[in-house]
Each structure stands twice: as structure tokens, then as C-alpha cells.
């Protein structure tokens, strides 16, 4: 399985990983809620599959949730409880799945254990920002075709910013929007 990306600093992603990558988008000081970013088009060899996830690419998108520490009373696990959407803009179906399905988890991510612990003084209120790099495709159960989707992350009330992302086999290894 191939896969090559328009925005080539989405290829050094590790899929389905917890880390700050340089396509992370960047927020402001004071920021509070979830953004995404995604490469414009994804390119995949039709017919083949990763042998460890079955997935026929790897549709990843990077993003940063920075929230208050007890927002939705979920006291810095906020991860688990991020759900992703993308939206097949021809057929307008809905893939929706959320971080700790397949596999997806912070409780099983040693990178995070090394967090430094959070000292909780009362009355203060702390902002807590993490990292998420999800694989869309094995997610979100994505179906192998070209399509185009609108991709957002949501957690209680907020939503993140939205993205577009066509998938498109590759015909010849070249495309005009791509490697």
C-alpha cells in the first residue's frame, strides 16, 4: 500500500499517533476548543491494502483540542471522547467514529504517561492541550473510492474548523495536484 500526499509533511505522520507533527495546526494563546488540519488530496494504489489494518490508505489529518482542564467533567481525557465526522460530499453519507475505537487510545499511548502530573490549585484554572493524528480511513471505516470529504472533530459543544480532503487513486503515479 502507497500512499502520497499533496502536502508532503503529512507522509512523516505516524497514523493513529499522539504527537505534535509539523502539520499540527497552530493555535493562538488563549485558543480553546479543537482544530484540524489535512492535506488537500490523499493518492492510494487501488486494490492494495496495509496487511496490519486493512486499510486501503492512510487518510490522516492532525489536530490540537486545548480546553479547560474539567471541561465536560472529563478532567484532562479528552481524547478518547473526540469524535471525528467526514461527509462524502457527492453522496452526502456521514463516517463518524470517535478516538478510542480501533485501537485509538491515550490510555494505551506510553507517550502520554509522561505527561507532568498537573498541580490543581483551587480556583485556577488550568488549559490542557493535546495532540491527536487519526488514520481516517481505518477510523471511520472509509470506503476504498474517489471521493471528496468535509472532515470536522467535535467534543460536547465545540466543533473544530472544517477540512476538505479528496481521495483520488493513482492513475499513473502522477496527478496534476500531485507527487
Avoid at 3 to 23: H, I, K, L, Q
Avoid at 72 to 81: C, I, N, V
Avoid at 99 to 128: A, C, H, K, W
Avoid at 145 to 169: I, T
Amino acid at each position: 500500500m502507497a500512499t502520497t500526499y499533496s502536502n508532503p509533511a503529512f507522509a512523516g505522520v505516524e497514523p493513529d499517533s499522539f504527537g505534535e507533527e509539523p502539520c499540527t495546526p497552530e493555535i493562538a494563546e488563549g485558543f480553546e476548543g479543537l482544530a484540524l488540519a489535512s492535506p488537500e488530496t490523499v493518492f492510494y494504489d487501488a486494490g492494495q491494502e496495509n496487511p496490519l489494518t486493512g486499510a486501503f490508505a492512510d487518510i490522516v489529518v492532525c489536530g490540537v483540542v486545548s480546553l479547560p482542564y474539567d471541561t465536560q467533567g472529563l478532567e484532562d481525557a479528552f481524547l478518547d471522547s473526540i469524535e471525528l465526522v467526514a461527509i462524502d460530499q457527492a453522496t452526502r453519507k456521514n463516517y463518524t467514529g470517535q478516538l478510542s475505537q480501533n485501537g485509538m487510545s491515550e490510555t494505551d499511548d506510553p507517550t502520554l504517561d509522561s505527561r507532568v502530573p498537573l498541580d490543581i490549585v483551587e480556583g485556577e484554572e488550568i488549559v490542557v492541550t493535546d495532540f491527536f493524528n487519526p488514520n481516517l480511513t481505518s477510523l471511520l471505516e472509509l470506503p476504498e473510492q474517489d471521493a471528496e470529504y468535509l472532515v470536522f472533530a467535535k467534543l460536547g459543544p465545540y466543533n473544530s474548523n472544517q477540512v476538505r480532503v479528496r481521495v483520488k487513486a493513482n492513475q499513473t503515479g502522477k496527478d496534476e495536484d500531485g507527487p
